[in-house]
């Protein structure tokens, strides 16, 4: 279980584009790294939406958000063209990088279990530790704490 000062897990994953994204060419930058269970869904799109609206603050602070599902990049493109997502999805079909963040397991919903992820955010500074992780997400006011943490 990754613990806040922990050395964050690298990865490697691919973006919305099909660009590979690795974790480790991002040191000297304050990351945004959050999981959430599946595009176009109510509660993750309010949440992307939240940090959708806050960006123009993130890139002024240098902060690079990462937004991280088990959806392939062809629902990634349309979640992003749909609500005009200004910040970098990553696929994780595979599970690897949930795998590695511990956020990978089983989950309920109402009266159903299944296999998915849970939604929860690490934020990397830019020595490539764990400052702070959010166990317990508010969608619609997710990016301002976030904001407020780094």
């Known amino acids: 279980?990754?613990?806040?000062?922990?050395?964050?897990?690298?990865?490697?994953?691919?973006?919305?584009?099909?660009?590979?994204?690795?974790?480790?060419?991002?040191?000297?930058?304050?990351?945004?790294?959050?999981?959430?269970?599946k595009d176009d869904t109510p509660g993750c799109t309010k949440e992307a939406c939240s940090f959708r609206d806050a960006h123009s603050v993130y890139e002024e602070r240098g902060i690079k958000v990462l937004g991280v599902?088990?959806?392939?990049?062809?629902s990634h493109q349309a979640f992003t063209s749909k609500y005009r997502l200004p910040f970098t999805l990553l696929s994780d079909t595979d599970h690897a990088v949930?795998?590695?963040y511990g956020v990978?397991?089983?989950?309920?919903?109402g009266d159903k279990k299944f296999m998915g992820?849970?939604?929860?955010?690490?934020?990397?500074?830019?020595?490539?530790?764990?400052?702070?992780?959010?166990?317990?997400?508010?969608?619609?006011a997710h990016a301002d704490e976030v904001l407020a943490a780094f």
């Open 104 to 109: 990978y397991g089983e989950q309920t919903w």
């Open 98 to 100: 949930s795998n590695a």
């Open 1 to 37: 279980m990754i613990k806040e000062g922990d050395a964050a897990p690298d990865f490697t994953a691919r973006d919305t584009n099909g660009n590979t994204v690795r974790l480790s060419e991002l040191r000297g930058k304050k990351v945004v790294l959050y999981f959430y269970p």
């Open 117 to 140: 992820v849970a939604r929860k955010t690490f934020l990397i500074d830019e020595h490539g530790k764990v400052k702070k992780i959010f166990n317990k997400v508010d969608v619609e």
């Open 69 to 74: 599902s088990l959806d392939d990049e062809s």
